[in-house]
């Protein structure tokens, strides 16, 4: 297997990218998964008529979700392993909740991304929806993104790397 640089996951879309995600983060998929793994799947995902024009438009997330993918394959190659095509960084909620950590003038080092889910785990983010910084509905997901975000770099990698601005 072929590895690539960190910064092409830059290139990949939220929908691919978080396509990618789930299925190298599933545990009945075969490994590796590689971008020809990942476009067997998106393809089984669309109906049988998708060669239909007519049906394109009603598709149009698949589809160019499959075009994406066609367009990585091509210069990649198919065997190139899909989680170097997953973005690293926070979603915007959880990039809200690290930098109120990172922020916290109570703080001696920089956070890592166990401290950032020991803060969820202690109800920063209810702080956080109170104070206007988070909406009700975002603090819903945000333990199980550290978590996935801890499994898949380690506990001890500093949270500000994962940060993301929009």
Do not use: C, K, W
């Not at 020809?36 to 024009?53: D, I, Q, S, Y």
């Not at 993918?69 to 091509?74: G, R, S």
């Not at 202690?122 to 801890?150: C, H, Y």
């Amino acid at each position: 297997m072929i590895r690539n640089p960190i910064d092409i996951a830059t290139r990949v879309s939220p929908n691919l990218s978080a396509l990618i995600e789930s299925r190298v983060n599933d545990p009945d998929a075969e490994q590796p998964i590689t971008l020809a793994t990942v476009r067997t799947f998106v393809a089984g995902l669309l109906p049988a008529a998708f060669t239909e024009v007519e049906q394109l438009h009603h598709f149009d997330i698949d589809a160019s979700l499959l075009d994406e993918l066609d367009a990585l394959i091509e210069e990649y190659g198919e065997d190139a392993l899909a989680i170097d095509f997953a973005q690293n960084t926070a979603s915007e909620p959880l990039s809200r909740v690290i930098d109120a950590v990172i922020n916290d003038e109570n703080r001696q080092n920089p956070p890592t991304l166990e401290t950032i889910r020991e803060a969820i785990a202690s109800g920063l983010p209810a702080r956080l929806v109170g104070d206007g910084v988070l909406e009700d509905d975002e603090d819903d997901a945000l333990l199980g993104e550290i978590e996935a975000l801890i499994r898949r770099y380690g506990a001890d990698s500093l949270a500000e790397e994962f940060l993301r601005y929009e």
